[in-house]
């Protein structure tokens, strides 16, 4: 990749976002019945690769048995108002009263309700009553302290997710929590992110993580790109990361480790360019979010936006566009790319001729000029 001169004491890599590319048909095309999306990572099998992201607007007990009934994988925030409180109806109500524009100081208010151990084994055992892959996620500065009740509650992939996570996270009082070896200690599948270029995800990879969350400091609800200055555009950091796939696959004798994309992908389209572009499958959060089953009916935040001293995150309202499995599965009653996730990437693998996702992930991208 080409760098550019910012001045003279500085040079910088071009980096593309996910509206800077777009996909470019092959030769052949095929019938949507020909195209095969199914995904899977360790033991566990899905019929598409579309994730539903581990936010409380999106994911619930409830909400993510719907997701499985469409095929699909959903992840429960498990540091969210399902692990606070005992029942959180009345302030999911309140949230989605609120007005985004004085919300922040609500939503600290409301996150400064400490985390239940004993909450965190009850929804994992309400989700695994539901009979569905349970998939659960902590950040890297809880994982040590609920890692055992997760675990023992009976997790089927267990989820390290935030703004960017590293091979060694040091935490209060020096202590370190080594991916490595935490995962080495793990009977379940770990998924791990977010990062944006080779060199973290390579590392990553190495500590025997199954997945790799591809993904900082973009999506509808963050706000880390006007705090700290942080963000990588979705298209080069995915491309990166599938090179650090390619090589840690030689390096490693055949370990092939999943990457997932996470953030930047409010359409349709964007899912589609996301497995072009090297993701074994995707996050999708705000898209989710606009279901009118969805546990924010329409408002939208993550757990950035409740931090107690530094939110990286806000309350948006996108208001709502159909139920869950409208939005998963269809049928469509937009033409925007907000409804029918599944549907569209199977149109987009049919037109461009690729019959499963690993064919896809060889297909032709052009760059837009700007």
């Known amino acids: 990749m080409s760098d550019v001169e ?8 071009v980096a593309y976002s996910f ?12 019938d949507d019945e020909l195209v095969s999306l199914n995904w899977k990572i360790d033991a566990y099998s899905f019929d598409h690769p579309i994730i539903a992201a581990p936010m409380d607007s999106v994911v619930s007990p409830t909400s993510a048995a719907t997701f499985a009934a469409n095929g699909g994988l959903a992840i429960l925030n498990l540091e969210g108002v399902w692990t606070r409180y005992e029942d959180p109806t009345e302030v999911l109500n309140e949230i989605a009263a ?7 100081a609500k939503l600290q208010k409301i996150y400064s309700q400490p985390i239940k151990p004993e909450l965190i084994a009850a929804r994992i055992q309400e989700m695994r009553k539901a009979g569905i892959t349970v998939a659960g996620a902590l950040s890297p500065q809880r994982t040590a302290q609920f890692a055992k009740q997760v675990v023992d509650a009976g997790v089927d992939i267990f989820v390290i997710r935030g703004t960017t996570v590293s091979a060694e996270h040091v935490g209060n009082g020096g202590e370190a929590l080594n991916l490595k070896e935490f995962i080495y200690q793990l009977d379940v599948p770990v998924i791990v992110g977010g990062c944006a270029t080779y060199g973290a995800a390579l590392h990553l990879m190495r500590t025997g993580a199954a997945g790799v969350l591809v993904g900082f400091g973009g999506g509808a609800a963050h706000t880390t790109l006007d705090v700290l200055g942080i963000r990588v555009p979705m298209a080069s950091a995915l491309a990166d990361v599938a090179a650090a796939r390619r090589d840690y696959l030689d390096e490693s004798g055949g370990r092939y480790v999943s990457v997932i994309a996470d953030g930047s992908m409010g359409r349709s389209g ?10 074994d499958a995707v996050v999708v959060g705000s898209t989710f979010a606009r279901a009118t089953d969805a546990p924010g009916r329409g408002k939208h935040w993550g757990l950035e936006a409740t931090h107690p001293l530094l939110p990286r995150g806000e309350l948006v309202d996108l208001g709502t566009t159909g139920t869950l499995t409208e939005i998963i599965s ?15 990437l199977r149109r987009a693998m049919a037109t461009c001729g690729y019959s499963d996702l690993k064919e896809f992930q060889r297909c032709e991208v052009v760059v837009t000029p700007n």
């Open 6 to 13: 910012i001045g003279r004491s500085k040079r910088a890599r």
């Open 19 to 30: 509206d800077d590319v777009s996909l470019v048909p092959s030769r052949r095309t095929r």
């Open 98 to 104: 609120l007005d985004p524009k004085a919300a922040t």
């Open 270 to 279: 964007d899912v589609s360019k996301a497995i072009a572009l090297g993701a």
């Open 330 to 344: 269809g049928p469509s009653h937009t033409a925007d790319g907000t409804m029918n996730m599944v549907g569209a």
